[in-house]
């Protein structure tokens, strides 16, 4: 199970930090991807961490701006973004795929609910 947190209405500009908390005692083994899905729009790739906190990889449309990091002691998985634009606004969702992590949401084990970023002009 996985539960996120920490989105919210900010302006352009600003920054938010996304939390994914994970159930499973098994959390060190999966990579953690978050994605997000605007309206009208297919869900897309925002970052992923691998299940050994060694690689990650952004999309280039939040690279330099958006880092993603892990705490397997405390079973979480962060998304700290910066300079917020309003096309980053979204609902934001993390998943977790066991190992190897990957760019398609369509090779993810587990998802969250999601929660919704606005970015304001």
């Known amino acids: 199970q996985l539960e996120e947190s920490g989105g919210g209405l900010v302006q352009a500009g600003g920054s938010l930090r996304l939390s994914c908390a994970a159930s499973a005692r098994t959390f060190s083994s999966y990579s953690m991807g978050w994605f997000r899905q605007a309206p009208g729009k297919e869900r897309e790739f925002v970052a992923l961490?691998?299940?050994?906190?060694?690689?990650?990889s952004y999309a280039d449309s939040v690279k330099d701006r958006f880092r993603i990091w892990r705490d397997n002691d405390k079973n979480t998985v962060y998304l700290q973004m910066n300079s917020l634009k309003p096309e980053d606004s979204a609902v934001y969702y993390c998943a977790a795929k066991c190992f190897r992590g990957s760019y398609d949401p369509g090779q993810y084990d587990y998802w969250g609910q999601g929660t919704q970023v606005t970015v304001s002009s």
């Open positions: 961490i691998g299940w050994r906190a060694i690689n990650t």
